[in-house]
């Protein structure tokens, strides 16, 4: 993949390219500043800082990540991101379905699930330059079997045992909240109240909001955001309409979808469809590519 062009690194910009036949996605940017809202994924993401510096939450830590450290992000990890120097920084992301994960770990010896990371940042340059390469060949569409063996040589390195914690992580969440997140789940496209959820939970509201962010890290509030985002995503990426998914997902219209959209995921929903399907979205204006 080509450098950054000086004239790139004066404005923000993403590139999101989705494989058709694998799922998976890549994306290159450059942000200065703000780039992301905390935020999480259903996918596996595993990526390199091509130039600057990348800061961002991921879970509980404040990490930072500059070129020749490999950024590795479980799915369901929350993580946001920014740039703490005003060059801001370009980066490189795969976001590998866990579906096709789980497909290639059953045709060799990979780590069991659930998926665990020991750590976040990996200081390893043949880890970093096969991710690269599986970028490369991914982003620059240079054909299925370059693919192919791009990815069979990172996940080859991939199940390496010292990337993965042997025994995850278990914090039992507090009733309340793991009945309060399970509400949220099954009222998704619910304009719900936290006097409600709290209901539902068995507790008071100021209890609930508490024990919530102890548990999950996050608000109810941005917890729901997210998961109408990922629902959202899985609806446009089978083809619907940004209009009629905002109002199914639970959002008050396409322009509030879009607003949260790009601050998760660098992309309007219109762009992000365009990109998986080759729908145009009819307003006349070129997706990223």
Not at 2 to 24: K, M, N, V
Not at 43 to 52: A, I
Request: aromatic letters at 8%; glycine letters at 8%.
């Amino acid at each position: 993949m080509d450098a950054a062009s000086p004239a790139d690194l004066t404005r923000d910009w993403a590139q999101l390219r989705r494989d058709a036949e694998t799922g998976i996605e890549s994306i290159r940017a450059h942000f200065t500043g703000h780039a992301y809202d905390m935020h999480d994924h259903d996918e596996l993401l595993l990526g390199v800082t091509e130039q600057g510096v990348q800061s961002f939450r991921c879970g509980r830590q404040q990490v930072v990540s500059v070129p020749g450290r490999a950024i590795l992000i479980e799915p369901g990890q929350p993580h946001d991101g920014h740039s703490p120097d005003p060059a801001g920084f370009t980066y490189q992301m795969l976001y590998l379905p866990l579906s096709w994960v789980r497909e290639q770990r059953d045709h060799a010896a990979g780590p069991l699930a659930p998926l665990g990371f020991r750590q976040t940042l990996w200081e390893d340059a043949g880890l970093c330059q096969d991710i690269a390469q599986a970028f490369r060949a991914l982003h620059g569409r240079e054909g299925r079997l370059a693919r192919d063996l791009a990815l069979d040589r990172l996940l080859g390195r991939l199940w390496q045992p010292d990337l993965w914690r042997m025994e995850p992580v278990r914090q039992r969440p507090h009733r309340a909240a793991a009945r309060a997140r399970e509400a949220l789940h099954d009222h998704l496209e619910t304009d719900i109240g936290l006097a409600d959820l709290a209901d539902m939970a068995g507790t008071d509201r100021f209890r609930l909001n508490r024990q919530f962010r102890e548990a999950y890290g996050r608000s109810p509030h941005a917890y729901l955001v997210q998961l109408r985002l990922k629902r959202a995503k899985a609806l446009l990426a089978a083809g619907g309409a940004p209009a009629d998914v905002a109002a199914s997902v639970g959002f008050a219209d396409q322009s509030h979808l879009g607003r949260w959209f790009r601050r998760a995921y660098g992309t309007t929903p219109a762009a992000y469809r365009q990109i998986c399907t080759n729908v145009p979205d009819g307003s006349g204006v070129a997706s990223a590519s």
